[in-house]
């Protein structure tokens, strides 16, 4: 089905630049183009995907807007799969908006947001879970997000998500056969039917599982550094960060606030937060920052535990171990340059193998950067694993694995076959919701209008 209108937008982001991309998508593209361009060197025919440098004029007053880049490009083979056409001027605000008044001027629409994507997944070039993640691809600030939302965006997810239709759809077709069987017939047909349905599951629980990950790659894994007051938690955090970003005294008790902060190691997000040194509080501000501590504990994905090589292992210490024992912990031995008091015995013992650093002169900190690398993603860099990122796939994968489950149910507790029929057609109806096939139009509009202009 192809829309009408032809729409247009500046797809590069407002403001000065050096180049601003214009594109237009619809069954006019080409002819409001060819309206406003003039090429330098004269031509036939415009051939598609081409790249002609020439001007843009306004035709009725012949004056000249800009000399740009201009393309044509015939559907499908485009982003929305309609005639496209695409400006590169040059990246001032007025040539820009001049440009865009022209196409609106001969008959182009500004596009709404996330309009040629919309038209792109509505003309079937893409599903919804790909539409999804051009989004997150915009939105990604880490290199491993983008990797993730790249794995969705060239159908990983799509093509699991088929693979579990697929299943579906085939014990639906067996169970609607048996219909018409024979009692034994359907007692063996009937465990091959639940043996495929149990194999789906293990594929969407994988699936659902993995959002937990899949959030921590989008939103960043927090990296909580804990210890005793003094051990120079403060002081790696601005070490870390290359700035001086926390308090640091020679006083005990400096921090009370939980400071936070971005850290990126080898295209990962870690977001590190420093926090208050723990102890006996000694006023209510301290034990305050101490109760907030405790309370971020159990949420963090990673503790870097931070102890002073100047100082004897204190009980406090031992207690913080206690507290922090059951979550993925890098230890890390700061003040190397001092003389050593620490019993590491205390803390190898441990199983704990701590990293040698230094916050004042900056050693250890590269092997403390690939510490916290591996202990938030060595298992995951292993096999690029498709991550769920996004809330609603998460909702629909759940709704059709329960769906999945009942079907088991009534298959082994022999209830009427349509039961199970039943259970199968909403289970691979919510399926369809992740990929688009079976969602509302307040679902597609919500989606689409959070993407921004120009995509
Ligand atoms: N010699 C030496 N001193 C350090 C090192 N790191 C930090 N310090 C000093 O230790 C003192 C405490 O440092 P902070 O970074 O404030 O320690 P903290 O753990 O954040 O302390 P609280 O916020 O009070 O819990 C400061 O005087 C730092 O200069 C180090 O590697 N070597
Ligand atoms: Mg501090």
Redesign the pocket.
Known sequence: MQDPDTICVISSALGEAGIAVIRMSGPQAHSILKAVFRPKRPVDSFISHHLYLGFIANPETRETVDEVFAVFMDGPSTYTREAMAEVYSHGGISPQRQILSLMVGHGARIAEPGEFTKRAFLNGRIDLAQAESVLDIIWSESDEETRSALRHLTGMLSERIGTAKDHLKQALANIEASIDFSEEEIEVEGRETIALLESTRGTLQDLISSYTEGRAVKNGFEVLIV??????????L?ALLMEEK??????????RDLIEDVLRVKGIKLKII?T??LRTPRDVAEKEGIDRVRKKIPEADVILW?LDN?EDYLDEDEQIYHDIRAKKIVTAI?????PQKLKRELITTKKLAPVD?????GSGLDELREALYQAVVGKEQKSPAILITNVRHRDALIKANEATQRAVSCMTEEQPLEFTAFELREALSRLGEITGETCTDEILNDIFSRFCIGK
């Open positions: 210890g005793r007051t003094n051990v120079g938690k403060s002081s790696l601005n926390a308090i640091v005294t020679p006083l005990p008790g400096t921090t420093d208050a040194g931070v100047g700061n003040k190397t340059d001092l650093v230094c916050a004042l002169t």
